[in-house]
């Protein structure tokens, strides 16, 4: 069975701030991995996905993770915060063929103070 | 701009009493997920259909839910009868090749 595990529950950072969130997944076949962001009160939003190719993925607003195949590893980065990435960041893990379920992290919760 | 949408977006109920959130996916996408989200448990996988087959719905107690996709334009997640236990937001999420969208939940308070 596929598992994601989210090292950071509750980040907080002050604006311009850089931000690394970690994620490590375990799965024995090949994976698609992505990272969604929940703004508070709002549901579940796509910020980047990974498929195949380059390991360096750009998403929106200027985030961007890099998968490491030998570390099962995808972290979240982005080298400046604003007030307005606070919000909950989730990790997750889906088999690349058949079946396809994604199974979720339990989230990061970032505060970016002013 | 194509979305899920969802209905409704609150609901209060008595303890007891049936529930029924419906979930329009986006045309083309063959997959329907519905999640649960509560501060305690995160973010819970209840059930998935591809296809409109039921594929894994081992995530949800059978014993009170119940979920359907009487055609590709709908999905229903039902719950019978409800317990506060149940009170959470419900997300509905549909995809292709594995990526999601989510709808804009439903908050359900059991009380």
């Known amino acids: 069975a596929q598992s994601v595990s989210q090292h950071n529950h509750h980040v907080i950072l002050s604006e311009a701030a850089s931000l690394e969130l970690g994620c490590n997944y375990s799965?024995?076949?090949?994976?698609?991995l992505f990272w969604y962001v929940q703004y508070p009160g709002q549901h579940l939003q796509l910020l980047l996905k990974?498929?195949?190719?380059?390991?360096l993925v750009k998403g929106i607003k200027g985030f961007e993770a890099e998968f490491i195949k030998s570390k099962f590893s995808f972290n979240l980065r982005k080298p400046s915060v604003q007030w307005s990435d606070t919000a909950e960041y989730f990790c997750?893990?889906?088999?690349?063929?058949?079946?396809?379920?994604?199974?979720f992290g339990i989230g990061t919760k970032l505060q970016v103070i002013p | 701009d194509a979305r899920v949408t969802q209905t409704p977006r609150d609901k209060v109920t008595e303890m007891g009493q049936e529930v029924t959130m419906r979930c329009q996916p986006i045309?083309?996408?063959?997959?329907v997920f519905w999640y649960r989200q509560t501060m305690m448990q995160g973010l819970e996988l209840l059930a998935y259909?591809?296809?409109?087959?039921?594929?894994?719905d081992s995530g949800m107690p059978k014993d009170r839910f119940s979920a359907e996709m009487p055609d590709a334009t709908l999905a229903t997640l039902k719950i019978q009868p409800s317990e506060p236990r149940d009170s959470a937001v419900y997300f509905c999420?549909?995809?292709?090749?594995?990526?999601?969208?989510f709808g804009p939940g439903t908050r359900l308070t059991v009380l």
């Open positions: 799965y024995g076949g090949t994976v698609n």
């Open positions: 997750a893990v889906s088999n690349s063929g058949g079946y396809q379920k994604v199974t």
């Open positions: 045309l083309g996408h063959n997959t």
């Open positions: 990974y498929f195949s190719g380059d390991p």
């Open positions: 259909f591809r296809n409109r087959a039921p594929l894994d």
């Open positions: 999420a549909s995809g292709l090749s594995g990526e999601q969208f």
